[in-house]
């Protein structure tokens, strides 16, 4: 074989595999699986908690808000490459999002009876999660309806750091090695997350001036900004490492004493205060179900 055939060969060759690399990171970039967690408290124009609940007269009003908001993230995650939007109603009943205000391109995981909450159904298929319409973690000196899972918890701290809803989850996306990679919400929801996810992109929706008074940004500025930062940051997504710890140590003090009570009927959790439970597990999803339980599906009424 001839010196310059060789050549010629490898390349062709070079250019071959330069062209077959460029394909593939084209497909990876196109084919983009997004998980979207929504809760309504930090949703834009969602100020009362007559709109939160859903016997409240203005319910109604923030479920199609809500809708809204959900929308705009899940346009831009299209636009910014997702071939595959999956939306998870995560807010009190998990009901509020109706399928029909929907973008008609996203699935909807609906209903609270989730041994994973707000992030049931997140695996390590996914390329991306975003939040939308977070809050402030409980007993926050300001945040718009701060509190963390529900009304009977003061604090969950997970190896020595308090953690909210955002970081519990965060956690959890992490143990599968998905980033999370946008946040909307109040200004102090966004702060919190930072916390966890420097990186992160926030978009604030409205500024809380304490825990019930707010002041919002008009409702198409802050969608239109939803969608160009969820375009942006589903574009930017790059998988890390699953991030999974030897254990996870949680200490969880609530607002009452019967449910650290009852919740000596599980294998390994030891009450540390009268108000406060401790427990250690192997992953982070076997310690998210126990949480759930503790403030969801314990009722001490
Ligand atoms: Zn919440």
Redesign the pocket.
Known sequence: MPHWFSKAGLVSFVIFSLACFVMASEASAQGRKIYISV????ISGVVGDDQTSAGGAEYNRSRKLMAEDANAAIRGAFEGGATEVVVND???SQRNLLPEDLDPRARLISHSFKRHG?VEGLDDTFDAVIFVG??AKADSPRGL?A???SGVVKDVVVNGRSAG?GGLNTLMAHWFGVPVVMITGDDVAVEQQKEWTPAIRGVVVKRAINMRAVESRPLAEARRDIQSTAKEAVAAARKPARERLASYKVRMQLRNFTIPEVATAFREIQIVAPDTVEFTRESMPEAYRIVRVLYRFINPD
Do not use: A, K, Q
């Open positions: 809760d309504m408290e930090g995560s807010h009190g707000m977070y809050h309806f509190h963390t899972g809803e």
